[in-house]
């Protein structure tokens, strides 16, 4: 009853017959992206202004799913013992996002939404990896522990203070790199494997972006985009069965 209240009001939703057939629709491959951009950028409006704002973040939510599960996915080694602080953690980033996005500054709404909810989401991690650090540095001082077992605080400090580690990176990288660090080693790794092909092999493989929209904007059509890509993939591919091999430069494995 919701949907069929809002389609009366927005043209955008007139042409699809069920909130279903809205979902499918954004979660497909093909499809106009400017157009998935207008509507997209409606639901947001609707959670905003708390029009129709439990139907609006409901197929935000599933018309998004695609993306946010790939964040799940790549992120899921940083809360192996607590999968269940992730799933948390996204769903607060995702929905905080929402609300204080400024459509007039935004370009794509799908990943502007989704790649700041992993942003969000690794800054926390990050500040418990910190904290982790510092706890585990002062109890290393006989006296500080002392302070905090007279302070009975030890059995308030959450678990994952303790035990948070960041996993070692194996390009080398600081836990506390940021995206663009972490974007930018590897593209500096893939680039003696293909060149300027790295950029579309990041957006594509680390940003989620189609190979239509990974091409658009390189400023390639599909049909180039989509043979540039496997050509790409194929080289890396090829050169990951090199580094395996007993001849392979220990630097490079």
Request: aromatic residues 6%.
């Amino acid at each position: 009853m919701s949907f069929l209240e809002a389609k009366q009001h927005h043209p955008l939703l007139a042409g699809f017959t069920d909130p279903g057939r809205v979902v499918a629709h954004l979660t497909s491959r093909g499809g106009d992206l400017d157009e998935k951009d207008r509507l997209l950028g409606l639901l947001v409006g609707l959670v905003q202004r708390r029009e129709h704002r439990e139907l609006a973040t409901t197929l935000l939510w599933l018309g998004l799913w695609p993306g946010l599960d790939a964040v799940y996915r790549r992120r899921l080694k940083h809360f192996a013992s607590h999968p269940e602080e992730l799933v948390s953690e996204v769903a607060s980033a995702f929905i905080s996002l929402i609300e204080r996005l400024n459509l007039a500054t935004v370009h794509r709404v799908a990943a502007t939404l989704v790649r700041s909810t992993e942003r969000d989401v690794m800054d926390g991690r990050k500040r418990v990896w910190a904290e982790a650090r510092r706890i585990r540095e002062d109890l290393a001082d006989p006296m500080v522990f002392d302070e905090y077992l007279q302070g009975n605080s030890v059995k308030h400090v959450p678990v994952d203070h303790w035990a948070a580690t960041a996993p070692e990176s194996v390009l080398g990288l600081l836990p506390t790199a940021s995206d663009e660090d972490e974007a930018a080693a590897l593209r500096e790794w893939l680039a003696p494997i293909v060149g300027e092909d790295a950029e579309l092999l990041i957006a594509v493989l680390v940003l989620e972006q189609s190979q239509r929209e990974a091409g658009a904007r390189l400023g390639l059509s599909h049909d180039a985009a989509r043979k540039r890509f496997q050509r790409a993939l194929g080289r890396v591919r090829a050169d990951a069965t090199r580094a395996l091999s007993q001849d392979a430069d220990p630097a490079r494995v």
